[in-house]
């Protein structure tokens, strides 16, 4: 299990913008994909975006397009700026990573991914 370190959650009012970060903890640079998945209370996880390392290539779900924006940096750091926060962008985030190359990159369901940060909540609240 490799552990990543999530930060940036917090409150913002609603249309402001929060950038959330994660990186692996070790191997840094060498994770195939990182995914950002959501959940509320009384809901499921869901998937908001991810990322795929090699090529930059990214997912959003249609929820978050337009308005969230993914990256990563060379030292392995994946980023997530989410801008226009609405009401029912508010819950944990949850930063997700897979270390396999023949992985499912798109972040679509918990289980293709392996390794988990601690969750960061972001509220939206006037």
């Known amino acids: 299990q490799v552990q990543l370190v999530e930060s940036g959650g917090g409150q913002v009012q609603p249309g402001g913008s929060l950038t959330l970060s994660c990186a692996p903890a070790?191997?840094?640079?060498?994770?195939?994909?990182i995914a950002w998945f959501r959940q509320a209370p009384g809901k499921e996880r869901e998937g908001v975006s991810s990322?795929?390392?090699?090529?930059?290539?990214t997912y959003y779900a249609d929820s978050v397009k337009g308005r969230f924006t993914i990256s990563r940096d060379s030292a392995g750091t994946a980023y997530l700026q989410m801008r226009n926060l609405k009401p029912d962008d508010p819950a944990v985030y949850y930063c997700?990573?897979?270390?396999?190359?023949?992985?499912?990159?798109?972040?679509?369901?918990?289980?293709?991914?392996?390794?988990w940060g601690q969750g960061t909540q972001v509220t939206v609240s006037a």
């Open positions: 997700a990573a897979d270390f396999d190359p023949f992985g499912t990159w798109y972040a679509e369901s918990p289980l293709d991914f392996d390794h």
């Open positions: 070790e191997y840094t640079a060498d994770w195939y994909a």
């Open positions: 990322i795929r390392n090699g090529d930059g290539s």
